[in-house]
């Protein structure tokens, strides 16, 4: 028995508790009842729900049921007790009365800790203050929980605790557990309307050659066998268009997507998707597939087309109003850029409305910026936004009647992009033309930018019949259908840093290896600095600037901005510094948490995206082969905020 206890006791793993060690130890008296404390198969014939509904009768015929869930809550002592068992329908109270158990059996319920998952025969009755309850008249043990759960009012209420440990989200907040279900629903409404509207639902691969389908960053793995690097899908848009050459006319894909990019409340690296194409169709057809499966998850979710989203009625009714991207821009701003004749008219515009651009960017780039800095956040009520820039829509029809455009639409809710649809371009030598245009954009900085992909070109040349094409984001669709504030509200395991001491050894140990190739020599050979400057910088001069060390706080993706970061800094003053720094193209937000950093403190303000930034962060840049390099200086963590460069 002592080599029992020793054996359940003492473990290589984190240190234990004093509960911890108790429940261990319970184990080796289950066993010496003969009970196995993980046991088999238990065959339950109903649920918490199932008593609740067939109540009257059940205890009217005295009926035996079995159910089965984990004990939530325990009160009493002595001969009796009360319970809470939870399965996946709800909660049922259960009453355990040592002269209606074996013996054995109410040995072992003194052995019964909140957690436990119990298989429990019994009848049903009423108690005299009215709560439906079932007497237990046999039990077993299925599951000894070795770990105490959250306490009930002061448990698991922390988000990022939630986020990393799901399972007690799960276990101790059945709202949590419901939003899953209806996230479920809503999936199972969107393949019934596809399916009852004659499309095929099919798979495309994951792992590609090429990415393409949309402009974002991708994962990057190798593939060993073929010895070639692949990547993660950012979309499936090029295969599902290869599909529609080979003859089928009606298709969508529920696929998981992957982009390398920032997470925030509306962005996860993978996320769900679904991307449909309906050939010999156009544009009006996407945008009516969108108002029905939005209507249709509304309905799944609420049961009515009008639901409550953080405090906002919103409702879905078709068909939704529309506004062109221009039209939009006017409204909010009154700039119009439909009477731009020049770029330096649309240059004139940004600068009027403070709008970053870069200087290889075109009409239709400094429109979309524009429409992300000033219109998005104003588009509560349903609403398409169509006809965008050619720029920014390298897969969709020109316009007819306005070649800066193209026949393309986004659906926006409570100021979020919801959907993206077009009339796809189908012109194998027009698709040419703007893949090579993206190639340009590459070399100027846009990382983001459509590589060319010359199966797909081949494929179009084949013939592709005209399309209408379109992309709904679901998670963000189920934020709305389920009033969850973040993205990782429903998702079940969202993207998270390392925590607990296993996921920090993998990191450290991954900083370890990348530290080890940091240590290998470096090639400065191809590296271009800017000439020095040749006027002197007299020293009092100079020595009006306060160059601080600084440390991040937090930092984020500013919101409609590709470039900025926003960082939260202290500066030692017991005050937070607010800092924004257009170095997004070089790193991600999360990453930059907990550094040290080096910041001129003593800069007016100024304002950027409608937030004043409050000084400046010092970067080391060079060229390299013709492409910039930034590094953002960092220093030794032991160096405290405030501390003063001289």
């Known amino acids: 028995m002592t080599e029992n206890k020793n054996q359940n006791t003492q473990h290589s793993g984190p240190k234990l508790n004093d509960q911890m060690i108790i429940r261990r130890e319970k184990l080796d008296k289950i066993r010496a009842l003969g009970v196995e404390p993980y046991g088999q198969k238990f065959e339950w014939d109903h649920h918490a729900a ?25 009160r009493g002592q002595g001969k009796t007790a009360f319970c809470v068992l939870r399965d996946q329908t709800g909660d049922i109270q259960v009453y355990f009365k040592r002269d209606e158990l074996p013996e054995n059996e109410w040995a072992l319920f003194k052995l019964v800790d909140i957690g436990d998952i119990l298989g429990i025969e019994g009848t049903v009755f009423t108690t005299h203050t009215g709560e439906l309850t079932v007497r237990v008249l046999h039990f077993t043990m299925l599951s000894k ?9 002061h448990g698991l209420t922390d988000k990022e605790q939630r986020y990393r440990q799901r399972y007690l989200d799960l276990i101790m907040n059945p709202e949590v557990r419901e939003t899953f279900v209806k996230r479920a629903a809503m999936m199972s409404a969107i393949r019934k309307w596809y399916t009852d509207h004659g499309f095929l639902e099919v798979e495309t691969p994951v792992l590609q050659p090429l990415y393409g389908g949309a402009n974002a960053k991708p994962f990057t793995t190798h593939f060993n066998a073929l010895d070639m690097t692949m990547y993660l899908r950012i979309a499936p848009e090029l295969y599902l268009k290869r599909l529609l050459v080979g003859g089928y006319e009606r298709i969508f894909e529920i696929t998981r997507n992957f982009r390398n990019e920032g997470m925030d409340t509306r962005h996860n690296p993978e996320f ?51 506004l062109t991207m221009a039209e939009a821009v006017k409204k909010y701003t009154g700039e119009d850029f439909d009477a731009c004749q020049t770029i330096e008219d649309a240059r004139a515009i940004a600068d009027k409305l403070h709008v970053e651009y870069g200087e290889y960017d075109g009409f239709g780039k400094i429109l979309s910026e524009c429409f992300d800095a000033y219109v998005e956040e104003h588009l509560i009520q ?5 006809k965008h820039p050619i720029e920014v829509s390298p897969l969709s029809k020109l316009d007819p009647k306005d070649p800066r455009y193209t026949i393309r639409f986004e659906s926006y809710i409570y100021g979020r992009e919801l959907a ?26 846009d990382d983001e930018a459509h590589p060319i992909d010359e199966d797909f070109l081949t494929a179009l040349e084949y013939g592709m019949p005209p399309t209408g094409g379109l992309g709904i984001g679901l998670d963000r669709l189920f934020m709305l259908m389920t009033n969850s504030a973040s993205i990782r509200d429903v998702l079940l395991f969202p993207a998270m840093k390392p925590e607990t001491a296993l996921e920090k050894k993998t990191a450290q140990e991954a900083e370890r290896l990348a530290k080890e190739a940091d240590d290998e020599p470096i090639d400065f050979s191809k590296v271009e600095i800017e000439p020095l400057f040749k006027d002197y910088v007299d020293f009092d001069t100079f020595s009006k600037s306060d160059f601080r060390a600084v440390k991040v706080k937090a930092c984020e993706a500013v919101p409609k901005s590709k ?45 950027m995206m409608g937030i004043d930034s409050c000084g400046m962060l010092l970067s080391a840049i060079h ?12 220093v030794d963590r032991h160096i405290p905020a405030g501390a003063k460069l001289y």
């Open 50 to 74: 199932d008593i609740r509904k067939e109540a009257e009768q059940l205890e009217k015929d005295e009926t035996h049921v079995r159910i089965a869930g984990r004990i939530m809550i325990r």
């Open 145 to 153: 929980s070795l770990r105490p759960l959250p306490e009930k009012w």
């Open 272 to 322: 769900t998707a679904i991307e449909t194409y309906q050939a010999y169709g156009d544009i009006e057809d996407v945008i009516n597939q969108t108002e029905q499966i939005v209507a249709a998850c509304a309905m799944a979710s609420y049961g009515s087309m009008k639901f409550t989203y953080e405090d906002t009625e919103i409702d879905v009714t078709p068909p939704w109003p529309r």
């Open 382 to 386: 349903p609403v398409h936004i169509t």
């Open 420 to 445: 993206n649809g077009f009339s796809e371009l189908n012109d194998p030598i027009d698709q040419r033309k703007r893949f090579e245009l993206q190639v340009e954009e590459r070399k100027h900085g």
């Open 563 to 607: 470039k900025l970061l926003k960082f939260t800094l202290d500066d030692g003053t017991g005050e937070d510094r607010i800092i924004l720094s257009g170095i997004h193209a070089y790193y991600e937000p999360e990453e930059l948490v907990g550094k040290t950093l080096i910041a001129i403190v003593n800069l007016p303000p100024r304002k």
């Open 623 to 634: 060229k390299e082969e013709g492409e910039e390099k930034l590094h953002l200086l960092m």
